[in-house]
């Protein structure tokens, strides 16, 4: 009957409500049919892929934002090496000062005892000097004093008095 309905409503232009409601209820089946096999699995597909790429996302945004914390300890990080660097600098510096100060105050210490030892030495050189000066001209006075005097006064004598003389103007100087 239904194949009637077909044939019967294909020839004339008549309305025919049974091929309405044929198609209709074709209609219904096909929506179920593509609700279940086609738009239930599509929306599923969809649904996955929406889920995916939310948590492609979120995933994306925990990375970006480890990665700015990441980056904020390493900025971190080379503040305080430049800070200990800047810090080991100024160290140096100081200890360099320092060093610098200890060599001068030894250099002046060394050339002050030099100095000290020079004059102790010319000093000594000095009086070395003098005596054996002092013993030439009393040797030199005695042996013009016995020429002069022709021996009349004894060489231990003369030498004595030579000796003293030499002696006063010493301590005149």
Do not use: C
Not at 59 to 85: D, F, G, M, P, Y
Not at 115 to 128: F, M
Not at 137 to 161: C, F, M, N, P, W
Request: hydrophobic share 45%; charged share 30%.
């Amino acid at each position: 009957m239904l194949t009637n309905a077909f044939v019967l409503g294909a020839g004339g232009g008549q309305f025919n409500s049974g091929d309405i409601v044929f198609q209709l209820i074709m209609f219904l089946i096909l929506m179920a049919l593509l609700k279940k096999f086609a738009w239930g699995p599509l929306m599923g597909i969809m649904q996955q892929r929406e889920d995916h790429i939310a948590g492609e996302i979120t995933a994306a945004e925990a990375s970006r934002e480890e990665a700015n914390k990441i980056l904020e300890e390493q900025r971190q990080l080379l503040k305080e090496a430049r800070t200990e660097a800047q810090a080991m600098i100024e160290n140096s510096k100081k200890q360099g000062v320092e060093q610098r100060e200890e060599i001068i105050a030894s250099a002046r210490q060394e050339a002050e005892r030099l100095k000290e030892s020079a004059k102790r030495e010319i000093e000594t050189q000095k009086e070395q000097a003098v005596a054996a000066l002092q013993k030439q001209v009393a040797s030199l006075s005695v042996l013009i004093a016995s020429k002069v005097i022709e021996k009349e006064l004894s060489a231990d004598d003369q030498q004595k008095l030579i000796n003293d003389y030499i002696q006063e103007v010493g301590e005149e100087r």
